[in-house]
């Protein structure tokens, strides 16, 4: 198990992932020094009434220590444990901060002011880098490095303030407060008793992003898949594919003979194309991306038809193969851009403004446009060009000049244009079902994509040994088989069975849908 293998683990990550900041810590009256707030004494009566997002200040505010136990000024015994309990205030105030207790968390005032922080605030800045490093005395620390600007403005921050003590701040949590024992610009380090597993999610935190405002805590949708489901996704995604090249393949031969074995070699090409374009750009593939590249061969295969369909024309007005090639290529081009090219467009549309399934649909789908001009106009004529050139090939044929009784069932002797009436009223009842079906259903054509809620997909286990002996509801994987009807009612018994407050309860009235 990793750090990221549950998906709380990454939420936490995320929403944690933005905001690093520096403040200069104010110092106690007591401490009698050019660095204490004149207000203090009501800062932290505000404070202990209010709460420290109802304090009244234009220059100060109080920040919360992330973890009294690996802040540095905190305790280090038991006795100084029971004297931070009893009294915190006058515990950090020996220890030189302005520091308070509010429902059970430790806050620490700090400058709120230009010139006293370094946050969002100040303009455009992030942390380069961060790693694992060591203190001054041996022990874990983390080591940052700012980017050109933030070193810049840090150094703005930190030079008039050597001598004072620095809040190293995470999303507006506070994690350490050393002493400024010289000015900082480019890289520092952050001290304290951190564990290993609070450095490394802090360098985790530190090196996500740093955003420039903090996510929500809660993901408006979170999709977890079991690696079981997603290999049987793999699976059915790979023998769609297969099947769709195959089938598309076998059809063009059989009516297309040689020019058909020409357009699966493009095919082919384009194939290698998409992936090597998708490695290339060290891309993922996704379900939606797959149904691209699927629907890409289609569309591949269409180019060639217009090719082949005005070569064979070409043929059958009289003219050799190398000249009906020649011609039909020209007249096929500008129907294959034009068609090829609007797609790129809703392709463009669709990358830029749709979701992220619908964005890997789309790169899949315009990278296949792309591999499909380039096969189609330029492999598959250059494998023509060889064949009648080199190959000294000087007829082709295709079934309808084979068979003359599928090119006569091609051109049917029908008046279509008398009987535009009735297609007229065929067209209305269509449309007009449709509507009717699409009101009726309502929103029960939305899925949960767009109405919100819970989707679980599963698959059954496999079956025994005896279950595949028997042959009762197996399937030719070896999986076991239910009904639709069996696998809602029990899933609703289960459901009906939990608490109220247990998430899968809402299970009950679920749909199934195989």
């Known amino acids: 198990r990793t750090s990221l293998d549950d998906p709380e683990d990454l939420k936490r990550l995320i929403s944690a992932a933005g905001v690093p900041g520096f403040r200069i810590v104010i110092d106690p009256q007591s401490a009698a020094t050019q660095n204490t707030h004149p207000e203090e004494a009501r800062l932290r009566a505000e404070l202990l009434e209010r709460g420290p997002g109802n304090v009244r200040s234009r220059d100060a505010r109080w920040c919360k220590i992330n973890d009294i136990t690996t802040f540095p000024a905190g305790p280090d015994t038991i006795e100084q444990l029971n ?25 620490v005032l700090c400058w709120d002011t230009r010139g006293m922080r370094l946050t969002r605030a100040e303009g455009e800045w992030r942390i380069a880098n961060a790693f694992q490093s060591v203190d001054d005395v041996g022990r874990p620390a983390i080591g940052f490095e700012m980017d050109p600007r933030g070193a810049a403005k840090l150094g703005e921050m930190t030079g008039p303030n050597v001598g004072n003590k620095m809040a190293v701040m995470l999303d507006e949590e506070l994690y350490t407060a050393p002493v400024l024992n010289a ?73 297309y003979f040689a020019f058909g074995v020409v357009a699966v070699i493009s095919l082919l090409f384009n194939a290698i194309l998409i992936l090597g374009a998708m490695s290339l750009a060290r891309a993922a593939f996704t379900l939606p991306g797959i149904a691209g590249v699927i629907l890409t061969f289609g569309m ?83 494998v023509l060009a060889l064949a009648i050139d080199v190959g000294k090939v000087k007829k082709l044929r295709m079934l309808p000049m084979a068979a003359p009784a599928v090119e006569r069932l091609l051109e049917p002797k029908i008046n279509w244009m008398g009987l535009r009436y009735v297609f007229l009223v065929m067209s209305m009842i269509g449309v007009g079902t449709g509507l009717g ?57 289960i459901a009906e069975e939990l608490e109220e407050t247990d998430p899968l309860r809402p299970l009950r009235n679920a749909q199934i849908i195989p």
């Open 183 to 255: 000015n900082i610009s480019r890289s520092g380090i952050i001290e304290g008793d951190f564990t290993t597993k609070q450095i490394n999610y802090i360098i985790q935190v530190m090196t996500a992003g740093s955003l420039s405002a903090n996510l929500s805590a809660e993901p408006i949708s979170q999709n977890t898949i079991a690696p079981q489901f997603g290999a049987d996704n793999l699976r059915a995604g790979r023998t769609a594919g297969l099947w769709a090249l195959g089938i598309v393949s076998a059809f063009m031969v059989f009516y």
């Open 437 to 493: 079906m699409v009101y009726f259903q309502g929103e029960r054509m939305l899925d949960t994509e767009f109405r919100g809620g819970t989707q679980v997909e599963f698959v059954l286990r496999d079956a025994t040994d005896a279950e595949r002996a028997s042959g009762v509801g197996v399937n030719a994987d070896g999986r076991l088989t239910m009904t639709r009807a069996d696998v809602e009612e029990r899933v609703h018994e």
């Open 300 to 382: 591949a295969v269409d180019a060639n038809v217009l090719i082949y369909e005005r070569v064979r024309e070409e043929l059958r007005g009289g003219l050799d193969l190398r000249a009906a090639v020649k011609v039909g290529y020209q007249k096929a081009l500008s129907s294959i851009v034009d068609g090829n090219v609007t797609n790129l467009i809703v392709t463009f549309v669709l990358a830029n403004l749709g979701t992220q399934e619908i964005k890997g649909f789309a790169i899949t789908l315009g990278i296949g446009v792309v591999a499909t001009l380039f096969s189609a106009l330029i492999v598959s004529r250059i």
């Open 83 to 107: 004297a931070m309990e009893q009294n915190p205030s006058a515990f950090f105030d020996m220890r030189g901060y302005v520091c308070e207790r509010y429902d059970g968390e430790y806050y």
